[in-house]
Antibody
Framework: EVQLLESGGGLVQPGGSLRVSCATTGFTFSSYGMSWVRQAPGKGLEWVSSISGSGSTYYADPVKGRFTISRDNSRNTLYLQMNSLRAEDTAVYYC???????????????WGQGTLVTVSS | DIQMTQSPSSLSASVGDRVTITCRASQGIRNDLAWYQQKPGKAPKRLMYAASSLQSGVPSRFSGSGSGTEFTLTISSLQPEDFATYYCLQHNSYPCTFGQGTKLEMK
């Protein structure tokens, strides 16, 4: 069974940094693209970043240059390094698994439970 | 970037009603569209993929249609568990974009 488990969320001051992780089981991690999607309190879903199985990366404009997505295929884990955090980055961050092996872009069937990142002084 | 315009943003309906939600893409996206249902405090759940394919385990009262720029999600007969927020997602090109969401509330 596919499982995605985020961790690393918490309270951070504006301008600070945080790294969230997504540990996965139940599938061949290196074969699938993975993504981060966030949801600010009371707001809609927002795609943040994706990384293909081969390591190509993609970012939404609001986070480009501040966030870095990466993956450790030996640990079956996805990461999102968030720097220069702003109040508007406050959100639940979900990791999501792509649906098609080795595809550059897909939709998502499997999601984690989310981890809350709060940026506040 | 492709913009997804979803309507309505909210909808009041009763059990048994037929409801339709629309997503319009700012440019053609073939059928690279999925529909999600989200309940408070939970991760999104995929209902439809490739615009019109029903996700396994999802009741057949849900259906999707469309291709190119115009897409619809229809619930043929609302059940109490269907009151939730619905989103479309285009995955034709990066950046992926979600619609703004439709909150389906009980009348």
């Amino acid at each position: 069974e596919v499982q995605l488990l985020e961790s690393g969320g918490g309270l951070v001051q504006p301008g600070g940094s945080l790294r969230v992780s997504c540990a996965t089981t139940g599938f061949t991690f290196s074969s699938y693209g993975m993504s981060w999607v966030r949801q600010a309190p009371g707001k809609g879903l927002e795609w943040v970043s994706s990384i293909s199985g081969s390591g190509s990366t993609y970012y939404a404009d609001p986070v480009k240059g501040r966030f870095t997505i990466s993956r450790d295929n030996s640990r079956n884990t996805l990461y999102l390094q968030m720097n220069s955090l702003r109040a508007e980055d406050t959100a639940v961050y979900y990791c999501a698994k792509g649906t098609i092996e080795m595809a550059t872009i897909t939709d998502y069937l499997w999601w984690g439970q989310g981890t809350l990142v709060t940026v506040s002084s | 970037d492709i913009q997804m315009t979803q309507s309505p943003s909210s909808l009041s309906a009763s059990v048994g009603d037929r409801v339709t939600i629309t997503c319009r893409a700012s440019q053609g996206i073939r059928n690279d569209l999925a529909w999600y249902q989200q309940k408070p405090g939970k991760a999104p759940k995929r209902l439809m993929y490739a615009a019109s394919s029903l996700q396994s385990g999802v009741p057949s009262r849900f259906s999707g249609s469309g291709s190119g720029t115009e897409f619809t999600l229809t619930i043929s007969s609302l059940q109490p568990e269907d009151f939730a927020t619905y989103y479309c997602l285009q995955h034709n090109s990066y950046p992926c974009t979600f619609g703004q969401g439709t909150k389906l509330e009980m009348k």
